[in-house]
Each structure stands twice: as structure tokens, then as C-alpha cells.
């Protein structure tokens, strides 16, 4: 049964106001072991799902004002976003009573976008809210003629003086809500702090469904509570900071109120930011680098009811610093994800795809280079560096330690009929089966839509043995008189097979010259997939196909690897470049020079 938030509103405000003798409301203390049992819950319960990139239609739509039916909006606060090109948000803020308009250089980035803004209208005193005041600045925004969500009175649960009689907050809210709801391209947003202060539960300060559009929240992940280096560790559940601070566990308590008051709205990150430094100087890349990945990524797979996401990308000398513009390592995540295709880049621009889990039994199909994208929503707590495996039918195929754990599929190495997927982490293992026809595949049953040819390649099943080859090499191989050699940082290698030359790229043993290279060396042998490591570097092949992955990233070859007298044979000058080494080739003397 629903219960209608804004009836309990009134009834509390009634209560408060009635009241003859009580000059201020009275809030009570939550049961603190329930609290802490509930919070410990939260921030330990590990997370591990599978996800496809779905259409971009296929996150819950709820009719709200301004809300995408395609993907999500990733924005920044304007003034600090010009490095990261445009945006499909920007965030900017006016102030009290005092302010009329946007300040510069937001209104000017603005006014030149194609994007949708976040006015963040922070009020510090709801008793001088001036209504006329409200109005001119609401004509002034509408002059923009740019699509604006308004967040009125925000983080009211977070200890500030708004906060502290909520009957007063609801009916404040409800008035300016009415007023932003005349202008047709404007939204309200009902934007508390994520966690807040545990004695100002949200429902003290909704003010109902019919005064909000969209549910914000200000989330921000950081290392410790108030700064303080000694925070215990029940603070930490307390307040979810520290290993408790990630981004899908912060949303958590308002996401529970919503589903307990059944609140069917879309949901964005107001603002919000993962610390990158803080005041006592600690080292936090490695702390920080998970964290955004998972604001960036995670949540949007975790919570296909967010569809915004706005960066407080601000330099402040407070406790903690979000300030990701001096960090390159933060600024290439940020970067990387606005592209992924999982956000929209401008107003009316329809995002690539959406996550959806990969057990919702969609039919999924290939991308124009023959690739179905696999991503996995991994969280363990106190683990924040997992490592996700996927093994393809019984063989280890890929892995990846980086957040959101992206398995390639390519359709050209894989059989049509019946697969099966295992994807483990740390403690967690969970097993898919799909069935590919075409370039399209489903989870769970056949695909129900006829797809395209897949991309045209020769399956590992037809690739010739070497037995079929009497000159010993491959029918294009040439050897010349002088046998071509391979020196590694000044060390001339030795080969049971010898290096050959095929259309003028030189072919050396697969496991010879990747354990000279450093690299662990595996071979798949039903789908001859050769995968090569070494570092954070990743190679992935297959014999007679010309398309190699590194780090998941295509690649073309000039000339495949090959069979050749049961040796496999990979094209050196490739695997050493992707492994970041120099390569040169002396004709005169038929040797090829590695250094790296």
C-alpha cells in the first residue's frame, strides 16, 4: 500500500504548529543499534551481477518533467568543466535572496550549450525567503530558454538552520515548487544530503509527490568523518566513510526511503564528488580511483532509476578536496566515462546504450566491429582492487582488475549454438549461458530476432595443422638464407622453431617470446585464442585472424598468427609494440631489435 508522504507531512506540520508551550520542533533519537545494524548491512553486503549494454530505452521511465527516456546525464560544475569538453550538464548555484542571476562564467557556458543545468538555490534562512525575489529570479533563469532542473532549500537534513522546523521547510518548498512549475522547460528537484544528520530522517522534509519531479541527492564519498583522522570504526558504518564510502552504498538510505514510501521518481547525484586529497595530506589515488570509477560506472548499473550524475569538480579548503582537474589519473576516468556511451552529451542527444542486467533475456547485438561489450558489477567490502575472470566454455578468457570489468565478446571467434560464462571474483562466482546466432546473442534462450551475417572471418575450427604444410612453413612463408634473428635489450634469443617472414612480417614462437618479454603466456585450444600479459597490458589473438585486442581495444593486423610445424607463430614487431617496446629491423643482417 502506498502511503501518501505529503498527508503525514501535514500532519506533522499540524502537530508543530499547534503546539503552545514548544517554540522549536523536537527531534528524536533514532534506536542507534538498529541504525548501526542497518548501516553495517548496507556497506558489507557485496554486490556481483553480470550487465549487457542494452538498448538505451530500457531504463524505468517515469513521465517526470525534464527526465531522459534514453540514458543518463553525466554534468560538472560549469566554471571548472572547460578541460573535459562539452557536457550534457553543467551545475551551477544561486544564492539566497541576494543573487539574480547566474554568476560568470557559468551563465556564459550556459547560455553557448546544448545541455540541461542544475541550479543548486541555497538558502541558508527560510524565514527570508522573499517570494517576488523568487520570481524575478525564476523569469531571469527562463530567459535562458535552456531546460533547468531547480533544487531549492537542499541538504536541509544535514544540520543547517533550515533544517530545524520541518513544517516550515515543507510549506516553503511547496510554494516556490508550485511557482517553478509555470515555466514548462524547469524541474524541482528535492535534493537532501545522502546521509545527513541520523537524528533528520528524510521523511521529516518531503513535501510530497505532486511537488517534485526528480529525488537529488548531494553524495559525497570521503576518508573520514569530520575530518577526523581517528574516526571509529562504528562511525564509519555510522556516516559510510572510509572503506565504507563508495558511491552505490552512499545512495543506499535514500533509495530505501523511496522504496518504502513507494516514491516513484527518477533519481539523480545533485552534486556529488570522491575525495582526492584531504587535509592531512594522505596519499588517496589508489583510494579514490575505484571510488569514482564506481560513481561513474557502478551506480548507473546498480540504480537504472539515476539519470544524472553532476561532478562537484570545486578546490576548497575544507576536510576533504574533490578537485579532480589536478589529477590526471581522475580527469582520464571522468573523460573516459562521458564517452563510454552510457551518458548523454547534449540536451536531446540519445546516449548508445544503457546497462542492463544480462539476465533480463534481451537480444544483444554486435557493434559495427563485431564486439558485444560484457561488464560486471563487482563489489566486495575492504576489497576495493578485485579482479573480475570470465572463462568462456570451460577455457579462461579474459579478466580485468579495473571497474566496470569489461569482457569483449568478438562474434568472428565464436561459434554459433550454445555458450557458457563463468564470471568469479574473490569469493563470488556466478555462471552464465548465451546463445549466439549472427552477431546477436541472448542470455538465458536463443536470440528471437534473425541477426546479420556475422563479421566474415575464418572460424579457429577451419585454421589448417601445420602437418598439412610440407615445407614445414606456411604456404606464404619465406626463409632466407641467413636465419632471421630476434635480440631483446641486447640478448639474442634462441627458437626450436625458426622465426619466419610471411608477407614481410617476421613470425616468432608464441611462448618463447612471450616469456622472454615477461608476459604470462595462455592458449585456448578449442577456440585457439592465444591471450598474452604482462603488467596492466592484455593481448588477446587467434589463429588466421587479423584482428588483435589490446587492453580490450581493437586492433588489425597485418598478417595473423599462424600454425606452423605445430609451433604457434605471432607477428613480433605487433605484440612488442603493444607491450609499450621499441622494435627496429636491420635488412642487412635479418634481425629484428627489441628494447623495452
Avoid at 322 to 332: K, Q, R, V
Avoid at 501 to 529: F, H, S, Y
Wanted: charged share 20%; hydrophobic share 40%.
Amino acid at each position: 500500500m502506498k502511503i501518501v508522504i505529503k498527508s503525514v507531512a501535514c500532519a506533522m506540520a499540524f502537530a508543530v504548529l499547534a503546539g503552545s508551550t514548544a517554540s522549536a520542533y523536537e527531534f528524536k533519537n533514532p534506536d542507534w543499534k538498529q541504525l548501526l545494524d542497518e548501516r553495517k548491512a548496507m556497506a558489507t553486503e557485496s554486490d556481483f551481477e553480470l550487465y549487457v549494454e542494452g538498448s538505451p530505452n530500457s531504463a524505468p521511465y517515469y513521465g517526470a518533467r525534464l527526465e531522459p527516456t534514453d540514458g543518463a546525464y553525466l554534468g560538472m560544475v560549469a566554471e571548472n568543466s572547460l578541460d573535459f569538453g562539452p557536457l550534457g550538464a553543467y551545475l551551477t548555484y544561486v544564492q539566497d535572496m541576494w543573487q539574480p542571476d547566474l554568476y560568470y562564467p557559468a551563465n556564459d557556458i550556459i547560455k553557448n550549450s546544448n545541455a540541461v543545468t542544475m541550479v543548486g538555490w541555497t538558502i541558508s534562512d527560510l524565514n527570508a525567503v522573499d517570494y517576488n525575489v523568487v520570481r524575478n529570479v525564476l523569469n531571469t533563469l527562463s530567459s535562458y530558454n535552456k531546460p533547468m532542473f531547480i533544487r531549492f532549500a537542499n541538504e536541509m537534513n544535514s544540520g543547517v538552520p533550515i533544517g530545524n522546523e520541518p513544517a516550515q521547510y515543507i510549506d516553503v518548498f511547496r510554494k516556490v515548487a508550485d511557482m517553478v512549475h509555470e515555466y514548462p522547460n524547469f524541474a524541482v528537484v528535492w535534493s537532501p544530503s545522502d546521509v545527513g544528520g541520523l537524528n533528520q530522517p528524510f521523511e521529516l522534509y518531503y513535501p510530497g509527490d505532486e511537488y517534485v519531479d526528480w529525488v537529488g541527492v548531494s553524495c559525497y564519498s570521503i576518508t573520514y568523518f569530520l575530518g577526523n583522522k581517528n574516526t571509529s570504526v562504528d562511525d564509519s558504518f555510522y556516516f559510510l566513510t572510509g572503506d565504507a564510502s563508495w558511491p552505490t552504498t552512499r545512495l543506499k538510505p535514500i533509495l530505501k526511503f523511496m522504496a518504502d514510501y513507494n516514491i516513484q521518481k527518477p533519481v539523480m547525484i545533485s552534486e556529488g564528488g570522491v575525495a582526492v586529497d584531504n587535509i592531512h595530506g594522505d596519499y588517496l589515488d589508489d583510494w579514490a580511483a575505484p571510488r569514482l570509477r564506481n560513481m561513474l560506472y557502478s551506480v548507473l548499473m546498480k540504480y537504472p532509476q539515476v539519470k544524472m550524475i553532476n561532478y562537484f569538480n570545486v578546490s576548497r579548503d575544507e576536510n576533504e578536496l574533490f578537485y579532480i582537474s589536478s589529477h590526471p589519473y581522475a580527469c582520464d576516468i571522468f573523460s573516459k566515462a562521458k564517452d563510454s556511451g552510457a551518458y548523454k552529451n547534449s540536451y536531446g542527444e540519445s546516449a548508445k546504450f544503457a546497462y542492463q542486467r544480462a539476465d533480463a533475456g534481451a537480444d544483444i547485438t554486435a557493434n559495427s566491429e563485431g564486439v558485444i561489450s560484457l561488464h560486471t558489477l563487482a563489489y566486495v567490502y575492504g576489497m576495493p582492487n578485485l579482479t573480475v575472470n570470465y572463462n568462456l566454455d570451460g577455457n579462461w578468457y579474459t579478466n580485468s582488475s579495473e571497474i566496470p570489468y569489461t569482457c569483449n565478446l568478438y562474434m568472428n571467434m565464436l561459434a554459433d549454438g550454445a555458450h557458457t560464462l563463468q564470471v568469479s571474483t574473490t569469493g563470488l562466482e556466478k555462471s552464465y549461458t548465451f546463445y549466439k546466432r549472427g552477431n546477436t546473442i541472448r542470455f538465458g534462450g536463443e536470440p528471437q530476432t534473425q541477426a546479420p551475417p556475422a563479421v566474415t572471418a575464418p572460424p579457429a575450427a577451419t585454421a589448417p595443422p601445420a602437418a598439412t604444410t610440407p615445407s614445414g612453413t606456411a604456404p606464404s612463408a619465406t626463409a632466407p638464407d641467413g636465419a632471421i634473428k630476434v635480440v631483446l635489450n641486447g640478448t639474442q634469443l634462441s627458437f626450436e622453431q625458426d622465426p619466419v617472414l610471411i608477407e614481410d612480417r617476421t613470425l616468432v614462437p608464441l611462448r618463447a617470446i612471450g616469456e622472454a618479454l615477461g608476459a604470462t603466456v595462455r592458449w585456448q585450444n578449442d577456440l585457439q585464442i592465444i591471450n598474452m600479459t604482462r603488467g596492466k597490458d592484455n593481448i588477446t589473438m587467434q589463429i588466421d585472424n587479423n584482428l588483435m585486442l589490446v587492453n580490450i581495444t581493437p586492433t588489425e593486423l597485418d598478417v595473423p598468427p599462424r600454425l606452423i610445424n605445430d609451433f604457434t607463430m605471432v607477428p613480433v614487431r605487433a605484440i612488442s609494440e603493444a607491450f609499450d617496446c621499441e622494435v627496429s629491423w636491420d635488412d642487412a643482417t635479418q634481425t629484428v631489435y627489441i628494447n623495452g
